[in-house]
T-cell receptor, first 114, second 114 residues
Framework: AQSVSQHNHHVILSEAASLELGCNYSYGGTVNLFWYVQYPGQHLQLLLKYFSGDPLVKGIKGFEAEFIKSKFSFNLRKPSVQWSDTAEYFCAVYSGGGADGLTFGKGTHLIIQP | DGGITQSPKYLFRKEGQNVTLSCEQNLNHDAMYWYRQDPGQGLRLIYYSQIVNDFQKGDIAEGYSVSREKKESFPLTVTSAQKNPTAFYLC?????????????FGPGTRLTVL
């Protein structure tokens, strides 16, 4: 079974700081990659996704992520965070083969201090 | 307004009782899922269904049961056999299981066992 590792469980930053959240996965084949965000009291929603093509993908709210196949990584970045970015962030990897081919990381709780 | 609805938002039950969580979608998606979310654990797959009248166990199916009699509905029953049922439960549906796989999530139900 594949695994997804998010390196930081809790991250605290000040507004305007740059953000990078790590995500590594174990599956060696073709993957689809996702970052989801869960704002306090809200639905889990898709930030961005990678299926194929340009490994640098841009999502909503100024977020981007880079797929580095050789490192099995899909790190999430934002150059300047805002207080409203406080949320839980989940990386997910789909390796195909059925509905149970989607694996989530354990999440990173991001707190932005004003 | 298309989407996934889960009810109720908060649910309390006494130990030893079965309880059923509702999930309805009007996105015309074939596949539906139930996840359990615990702090620091990410999302763990309980059951999923790729088509009406068919469903499969996920990683943590013990103590849970589901049915899929209609495409729009995928209720989850938390039975008294589930040893630690207090958690946040998320329902999801997906557009397909091919290369453009993407999941959409409901708002969740928080179950507390007293």
């Amino acid at each position: 079974a594949q695994s997804v590792s998010q390196h930081n469980h809790h991250v605290i930053l000040s507004e305007a700081a740059s953000l990078e959240l790590g995500c590594n996965y174990s599956y060696g084949g073709t993957v689809n990659l996702f970052w989801y965000v869960q704002y306090p009291g809200q639905h889990l929603q898709l930030l961005l996704k990678y299926f194929s093509g340009d490994p640098l993908v841009k999502g909503i709210k100024g977020f981007e992520a880079e797929f580095i196949k050789s490192k099995f990584s899909f790190n999430l970045r934002k150059p300047s965070v805002q207080w409203s970015d406080t949320a839980e962030y989940f990386c997910a990897v789909y390796s195909g083969g059925g509905a149970d081919g989607l694996t989530f990381g354990k999440g990173t709780h991001l707190i932005i201090q004003p | 307004d298309g989407g996934i609805t889960q009810s109720p938002k908060y649910l309390f039950r006494k130990e030893g009782q079965n309880v059923t969580l509702s999930c309805e979608q009007n996105l015309n998606h074939d596949a539906m899922y139930w996840y359990r979310q615990d702090p620091g654990q990410g999302l763990r797959l309980i059951y999923y269904s790729q088509i009406v009248n068919d469903f499969q166990k996920g990683d943590i199916a013990e103590g849970y049961s589901v049915s899929r009699e209609k495409k729009e509905s995928f209720p989850l029953t938390v039975t008294s056999a589930q040893k630690n049922p207090t958690a946040f439960y998320l329902c999801a549906s997906s557009i397909d299981l091919g290369p453009t796989f993407q999941q959409f999530f409901g708002p969740g139900t928080r179950l507390t066992v007293l």
